[in-house]
């Protein structure tokens, strides 16, 4: 047991020090094209923090265990929008405006995220709900991609290109060492525990995975770009709903538990409208909110919990 658990511990740390890197280097890379911060947190570390997850999904599937990838993702976006939010908030030490210069024009996201929830009411992705879910989100991200271009934008790191697409790559390359070992020694430990291996999934490499974008955001929020940390956050919850479960279902269309949808969407729903309502009305979400944030996290661990014993 503590021979799983260790090299589980190791894979996920190879997980976030990928993503780490990747995104890391994705940043500078994007700086040497017309594009605007935003777009650069939007969109480019959006992306790549959504790695992680749909590695490990993308395992999770072909060693024939899908609902363990998808509740990898669905916990990992209700992780994302309240304690990665919280702990963003209690580091600066202020309340933080939610907004994004993308989404503020986009009244398209929150039904994005309702999507998978509808196709997925069934408890079965298809093989078209799939490429459905890819053509949606890849038409939004193509949007605010275009949208944010900047030909006002001073470039930069235009010399480092190519060391920037070598360290980018390694990063990608690392993350997929540990997503392959983060799924088999998961589900081993999770044997040994006797308990679902999606409540794993869910809770402890879900809350891993959210590693790449709360590091970026903390850094955004220090530098006093809340919009670039924010821009982040729901980017990597767009994808992580739309293109990633679409990918899951092309690779191979899946059955899986119908709580999935109905509990952890439900949660992942719930904590988007709150953002989303906070972000249109230009509020500011103030410590007190942020620990309201973290009660309803914690309430989404004790009913998953008690949903998969």
């Not at 996920?12 to 890197?21: E, M, R």
């Not at 790549?48 to 265990?65: D, Q, R």
């Not at 999507?115 to 078209?128: A, C, E, I, N, T």
């Not at 990608?172 to 999770?190: D, R």
């Amino acid at each position: 047991m503590v021979n799983s658990l260790f090299i589980f511990i190791a894979a996920l740390f190879l997980v976030i020090k990928g993503a780490t890197v990747a995104a890391k280097y994705a940043a500078r890379l994007a700086e040497s094209f017309p594009l605007s911060k935003y777009t650069i947190g939007f969109i480019v570390i959006a992306i790549i923090s959504i790695l992680p997850e749909t590695f490990i999904a993308i395992n999770s599937s072909l060693a024939g265990m899908p609902s363990f990838g998808l509740g990898t993702l669905f916990g990992s976006n209700v992780a994302d929008m309240t304690l990665v939010f919280t702990i963003i908030i209690l580091f600066a030490g202020r309340g933080i405006k939610i907004r994004s210069s993308i989404l503020g024009k986009n009244k398209a996201y929150p039904f994005l995220l309702l999507l998978p929830l509808v196709l997925g009411m069934d408890g079965y992705f298809s093989r078209p709900e799939g490429i459905a879910l890819i053509i949606f989100g890849g038409a939004f991200y193509y949007t605010a991609f275009r949208n944010g271009m900047d030909r006002s934008v001073s470039l930069s790191n235009k010399n480092n290109r190519y060391k920037n697409f070598f360290m980018l790559f390694l990063g990608m390359a690392i993350l997929l060492v540990g997503a392959h070992f983060t799924v088999n020694s998961a589900v081993v430990f999770a044997n040994m525990l006797k308990i679902n291996p999606i409540l794993i999934g869910m809770l402890v490499v879900g809350l891993g995975t959210t590693m790449p974008e709360l590091f970026f955001a903390l850094k955004s929020v220090r530098e006093r770009d809340d919009d670039l940390a924010v821009g982040d956050i729901l980017g990597t919850v767009l994808a992580d709903s739309t293109v990633v479960v679409g990918i899951l279902a092309v690779i191979n269309p899946f059955s899986f538990p119908q709580r999935i949808i109905y509990i952890t969407g439900l949660f992942m729903v719930l904590a988007s409208v709150i953002l989303f309502i906070c972000m249109r009305s230009g509020r500011v979400l103030s410590k007190r909110e942020s620990y309201a944030l973290l009660i309803f996290w914690l309430t989404f661990v004790l009913v998953e919990f008690l949903a998969n014993r």
